[in-house]
């Protein structure tokens, strides 16, 4: 499975962004799906994540009731639609595979390439 995350950019606070995160592999839809942000000097951290079949999903506490993940799998897509962002929210944003479920702490079979988004006040 190879993950192409893209629809970052620049917004200003308030703004909504949504992000992809394009897969390849016909095994695609076995995966949970998640995404993790870095920002500089920081430590990588998880933010939300959705199982194969779409049924749960799992938000991190600073973003639950701003930014909703979902996932189509005819089109081997999940998005990340963030609304209400902050400038806090600032960061590069990674999408991730994984066949385990226990979201955050769950091992990361593969990883997307970073999108930055940035967040103006």
């Known amino acids: 499975v190879q993950l192409q995350a893209s629809g970052g950019g620049l917004v200003q606070a308030g703004g909504s962004l949504r992000l992809s995160c394009a897969a390849s592999g016909r095994s695609f839809s076995y995966y949970g799906v998640g995404w993790f942000r870095q920002a500089p000097g920081k430590e990588r951290e998880f933010v939300a994540a959705?199982?194969?079949?779409?049924?749960?999903?799992y938000y991190a506490d600073s973003v639950k009731g701003r930014f909703t993940i979902s996932r189509d799998n005819a089109k081997n897509t999940v998005y990340l639609q963030m609304n209400s962002l902050k400038p806090e929210d600032t960061a590069v944003y990674y999408c991730?595979?994984?066949?385990?479920?226990?979201?955050?702490?769950?091992?990361?079979?593969?990883w997307g390439q970073g999108t930055q988004v940035t967040v103006s006040s």
């Open positions: 991730a595979a994984a066949k385990g479920s226990n979201w955050p702490y769950v091992e990361v079979d593969y």
């Open positions: 959705i199982s194969w079949s779409g049924g749960s999903t």
